[in-house]
Nanobody, 115 residues
């Protein structure tokens, strides 16, 4: 069993920044893909950003140029730097990892963008 623990969420004003972190209980080299999803109230969970073990990244169009995903395999951690935040970025953000047939989720961290 793999545990993923997110941190870094909170309340921020529009235009502000936050950095999310997700620490895995196992070596990140085990996970081919690590990423972040989000779910806003009344909406379906959506993919925000992913990064493969080789460093390839993928972003949803609405965050391109504002969010940056990175991973530190030595620290078993995946990060997401979120800049120029907008009210529509408000959601619960979930860490996700995949390795072969296995997929793991964190418990989520709330991000609220409001003045």
């Amino acid at each position: 069993q793999v545990q993923l623990v997110e941190s870094g969420g909170g309340l921020v004003q529009p235009g502000g920044s936050l950095r999310l972190a997700c620490v895995a209980s196992r070596n990140m080299f085990s996970f081919y893909i690590a990423g972040w999803y989000r779910q806003a109230p009344g909406k379906q969970r959506e993919l925000v950003a992913t990064m493969t073990i080789g460093g390839s990244t993928n972003y949803v169009d609405s965050v391109k140029g504002r969010f940056t995903i990175s991973r530190d395999n030595a620290k078993n951690t995946v990060y997401m730097q979120m800049d120029s935040l907008k009210p529509e970025d408000t959601a619960v953000y979930y860490c996700n990892t995949k390795s072969g047939p296995y997929e793991y989720w964190g418990q989520g961290t709330q991000v609220t963008v409001s003045s």
